[in-house]
């Protein structure tokens, strides 16, 4: 299935009808993901967009996009935030340069500085000069000095946050307040998947009160590097494992036929079909050109 049709069919089933009874419904009835006034999502459980009206959002952090619905979900405890190091990374290397205050200089010292200036370019012209470019212009080329600063990296240890999903909160709803208006949002679990729906009121804004969150990583600017030894990293790396191996054997599904697993191990020879082939491979040779001149 192309992601054009799941998207169709995402937004065929999440779509009300347009006879829902909306009497009692405050806001906008019936819901649909095409509205101009409302924005769809469907994210995974580390919040990450797969699917969105806007196709430059899938693939990128709910927290980029919305700040304030990440922000909010994280404080219902339906997302909750963790800390990864890479040990492994490379960093800008730091320039550390000291100068001192320079000295009060008088007038004469910079007509010294404006003349040893003169002088160096007056000399630098000389240099450069060749009289014969001055009738042989075909024969040069124009040629240009492009000075690239690359950027000098060390290696490093870096901290990126990461959000998981908390499964034992299945939906959720909210209202945010964004000053003059208020955003509404709902959420809910996709059964048997670790995808989540999420329908967002789309004409607030709340930039201006809630930053977005991105996953940048930081560089670990260690004060005491005399603490900094193996010991440490490795009581961090075994503290901040996020995947752990299941406390006990899920050998059993309650949607998995038993009867469907193990089927080819049961597949035995036909003998009728083995018989009929093995007469089939003595006769045909007889039927041959060949066969029948030697036997004519």
């Known amino acids: 299935m192309t992601l054009d049709s799941l998207e169709a069919r995402l937004w065929s089933i999440a ?4 006879n829902t009874d909306c009497s009692d419904a405050d806001g ?8 101009v006034d409302i924005q769809c999502y469907v994210i995974d459980n580390n919040g990450f ?3 969105s009206k806007q196709r430059n959002d899938a693939g990128r952090f709910l927290g980029e996009l919305d700040g304030s619905v990440m922000t909010t979900l994280i404080r219902m405890g339906m997302f909750k935030r963790v800390s990864l190091f890479d040990y492994q990374a ?4 730091h320039s550390h340069s000291v100068s001192s205050g320079r000295h009060i200089m008088s007038p004469l010292h910079s007509l010294a500085s404006a003349l040893k200036w003169f002088l160096s370019n007056f000399l630098l012209f000389l240099l450069e000069f060749n009289i014969c ?11 240009s000095l492009h000075k690239r600063k690359g950027e000098i990296l060390q290696p490093c240890e870096t901290e990126y946050p990461s959000f998981v999903y908390e499964p034992s909160v299945r939906e959720t709803n909210s209202i945010i307040k964004c000053g003059r208006c208020q955003k509404m949002f709902v959420v809910q679990q996709v059964p048997d998947t670790n995808l989540l729906l ?4 789309a004409d607030c804004d709340c930039s201006k009160q809630y930053s977005s969150i991105t ?11 005399a603490a900094h030894n193996y010991s440490s990293k490795c009581e961090r790396m075994r503290s901040q494992k996020i995947r752990r191996r299941p406390e006990s054997c899920h050998a059993y599904h309650e949607q998995e036929n038993a009867n469907d697993c193990g089927g080819a191990s049961a597949a035995s020879l036909t003998t009728w079909l083995f018989f009929l082939c093995c007469v089939a491979s003595v006769l045909v040779p007889s039927w041959s050109p060949e066969g029948l001149l030697m036997v004519s």
């Open 49 to 51: 967009v797969l699917i």
């Open 15 to 18: 779509a009300q009808p347009n």
């Open 133 to 143: 470019s001055l009738w042989h212009t075909d024969h040069f080329a124009e040629a």
């Open 28 to 35: 906008i009835c019936p819901l649909r993901c095409d509205s």
């Open 198 to 201: 999420l329908v967002v009121q």
């Open 90 to 93: 490379m960093c800008k290397m």
């Open 215 to 225: 996953l940048a990583p930081q560089e670990l600017l260690l004060l005491n590097m």
